[in-house]
Nanobody, 121 residues
């Protein structure tokens, strides 16, 4: 399976971006899709995830600002990011798997290449 993350870019603080994660070779169907991010010099951290049943999970730092959704017909998961701030600057990765814990990166089997989000102050 291949995951293609896109939608990153440069945005001013307070702005919005929508990231997309498209899968090929396998449908999202039974899998959980997660978004993680990694800022320079920091470890990869959980951002959000959505299960096959549509249950969504969010890191405390993005609750109320980010929304995850999935379009099974397009085999794509989206991350709508609003009220962005400079602390959101990172490379964002999408991942696919059947994790026991949706917040743990090592629980995912497949990873996209990442898309850079830069938020200027």
């Amino acid at each position: 399976v291949q995951l293609q993350a896109s939608g990153g870019g440069l945005v001013q603080a307070g702005g919005s971006l929508r990231l997309s994660c498209a899968a090929s070779g396998r449908t999202f169907g039974p899998y959980t899709t997660g978004w993680f991010r990694q800022a320079p010099g920091k470890e990869r951290e959980f951002v959000s995830a959505i299960s096959s049943g549509g249950t969504s999970y969010y890191a405390d730092s993005v609750k109320g600002r980010f929304t995850i959704s999935r379009d099974n017909a397009k085999n794509t998961v989206y991350l709508q990011m609003n009220s962005l701030n400079p602390e959101d600057t990172a490379v964002y990765y999408c991942a696919l798997g059947l994790p026991l814990d949706a917040t743990t990166p090592t629980s995912y089997n497949y990873w996209g290449q990442g898309t850079l989000v830069t938020v200027s102050s």
